[in-house]
């Protein structure tokens, strides 16, 4: 036997104390836990769930429509809205949109969820990145044009935790190079640049997320936002297939 009985039993009951300690934890950090957001959901919204359930309408509907049409109104108008099941969907939507493929590249952020470089790849394109400047966490405007080369086709700039890029110069270098520019809005509701929300600057697609963290929630969901009637009615075709 390779150890004694008594020796076996004191290592047996430690390794037990052990883990009911840290179940014990676990269960303490559950009760007390501080959740990362709790959406504001209360009778109104249940309401309009139970409403849109017996509606008969599971997808894209009335309500939606409505959600589209009151979102226009809420940046003011002169743009088309169209809602998806994702910012992801909406990305993936505004690039395909755009004639982004295989061997074209994007630039975009270094600091950014992974769905803003997966989009690229999932059109075939590269993701090209660009650092940030950590005074503010966005792309570092100053590094972008080096960063362009001639298969570049989109620059696509991520306003992280609210605060908008400085869009003045990515809107100038995109002119100058004839370039597009597509807006990674997902935590940028209601930001704005310079005194106009974003979605009513001068990029080609704005594209919002409503996830369940973010500042306005359907559980999950998305929305492309652009002036371009091409674009919009590309994507209204393909946002359901």
Known sequence: MWCKPAVCAAFAGIIFLILVAYLWFKLSLMNNFLPFALPDIGEEEIAEVVD???????????????????????????????????????????????GVGPGDEV???????????????????????????????????????????????????????????????????????????????????????????IGKLESDVTVYSFYATKTVTTGEGGMIVTRNQEIADRCRIMRLH
């Open 107 to 197: 630039i975009t952020t270094t600091y950014t969820f992974t769905a803003t470089a997966g989009v690229i790849r999932h059109l075939g394109a590269d993701p090209v990145f660009v650092d940030i400047d950590p005074r503010t966490f966005n792309i570092d405007t100053g590094k972008i044009e080096q960063a362009i080369t001639p298969r570049t086709k989109v620059i696509m700039p991520v306003h992280f935790a609210g605060l908008a890029c400085d869009m003045d110069p990515i809107l100038k270098i995109a002119r100058r190079h004839g370039l597009k520019v597509v807006e990674d809005a997902a935590h940028a509701l209601p930001s704005t640049y310079r005194g106009r929300l």
């Open 52 to 98: 849109s359930l017996r509606s008969g309408w599971l997808t894209t509907g009335p309500k939606t429509q409505k959600f589209e049409k009151d979102f226009v109104e809420f940046l003011g108008g002169e743009v088309q809205a169209l809602a998806v099941n994702s910012a992801t969907a909406g990305l993936h939507l505004a690039l395909e949109a755009l």
